[in-house]
């Protein structure tokens, strides 16, 4: 069965968190709602998030930076990304401990266009060989990292000596947007840059990738929306979504689904997207898990915020350590859609 063997993550040097709040302050004003920001800011879980932009280029005020101005065009912010996310995708690659003899390439990344793409670029920079078979999945928003990591399932159990290696890489720091209002200025506040890259393999121990899991919730199109306008794309992200999120989990039906007929709180490891505080509460909340299960996405969010695609990587590299004899993982995005899978600890052989 297909397994990943190796798990390893890498953040930009730079920790835009601080400037940010500042910004979003001096938006709001020290009236309701900059006190209301700075709470639920306080309260958000997130004490870091990191950027591929330089200190100078990441300051938000007027007149200074790459945002100090007129709002950067799109392909602006794209010629950041072609030049940013393959170096930070390889940083996180320097990170395996052995990458052995790549047979596949899949690459995940949502925050960026460029062609050749990074599958391409990464291929080339590690010195992969022609026949290498890539795969590039872009635009799915958070859940990428699924489909990435599926489609690596479905290479081995159809190759079985396949060594695939998976790559998530986001910057979402380039898409930041100039509002004056209080909702969109907390949805920036969750969004930073990272990437991850792991092995999945059969022949070595790790995590063994089951089954998947997805579901779509009816008429909720318009609760996670991901758009390109002419300054870079632009997210909507609901305030409902969290308890949408919560009573999905709650349905039986879908609790079936997820758990594969196991009640949740026998499922020893839980990898949940950390989009944000309200998300994992609800998620701890619609399947009533113990306080402590989703410790490792908390971290994750706290160290890192939500890196879309990359996040639920962060949390599966801390899950690894503890060798899990079962496991859960989930991601949700635009559609309103939840993707996932179900894992346990395997030896090898």
Not at 200 to 211: K, N, P, R, S, Y
Not at 313 to 326: C, G, H, Q, T, V
Request: aromatic share 6%; hydrophobic share 45%; net charge negative.
């Amino acid at each position: 069965m297909p397994r990943i063997s190796a798990i390893a993550t890498a953040v930009p040097d730079l920790d835009f968190e601080p400037d940010y709040r500042r910004w979003a302050l001096s938006r709001l004003g020290e009236g309701r709602e900059g006190k209301l920001y700075e709470r639920m800011a306080n309260r958000s879980g997130i004490e870091h998030r990191w950027s591929v932009l330089d200190e100078a280029d990441a300051r938000l005020d007027e007149g200074v930076g790459f945002y100090g101005g007129e709002p950067p065009s799109t392909s602006a912010r794209m010629a950041i990304y072609a030049k940013e996310a393959p170096e930070l995708a390889l940083k996180a690659i320097a990170g395996l401990p052995e990458l052995g003899r790549v047979t596949h390439l899949v690459v995940a990344s949502c925050t960026g266009f460029v062609a050749p793409g990074i599958d391409q670029i990464v291929a080339r920079r590690l010195g992969l060989g022609a026949d290498v078979e890539r795969v590039l999945v872009g635009f799915m928003g958070c859940y990428a990292a699924v489909t990435a990591l599926r489609t690596a399932r479905h290479i081995v159990r159809s190759e079985p000596l396949a060594r695939v290696l998976v790559v998530t890489v986001e910057l979402s720091s380039l898409h930041h947007q100039e509002e004056m209002d209080l909702e969109p200025l907390l949805m920036g506040a969750q969004f930073g840059d990272g990437a991850a890259a792991a092995i999945v393999t059969a022949q070595e121990a790790g995590l063994e990738l089951g089954e998947g899991i997805s579901a779509a919730l009816e008429e909720s199109d318009e609760l996670i929306t991901w758009r390109i306008g002419d300054t870079g794309f632009h997210m909507r992200l609901s305030g409902e979504v969290p308890g949408r999120i919560a009573t999905a989990l709650a349905d039986p039906v879908v609790q079936q689904r997820v758990t594969g007929g196991r009640d949740p709180g026998e499922i020893a490891a839980w990898a949940v997207h950390a989009g944000g505080r309200s998300i994992l509460d609800a998620a701890e909340k619609g399947l009533h898990l113990a306080p402590d299960a989703l410790d490792a996405s908390r971290e994750v969010l706290r160290l890192c915020g939500n890196m879309s695609s990359s996040t639920l990587m962060f949390a599966l590299k801390r899950i690894m350590r503890d060798r899990p004899e079962s496991g859960v993982a989930l991601a949700f995005g635009p559609g309103l859609a939840m993707e996932g899978f179900r894992f346990g600890w395997a030896d090898a052989g």
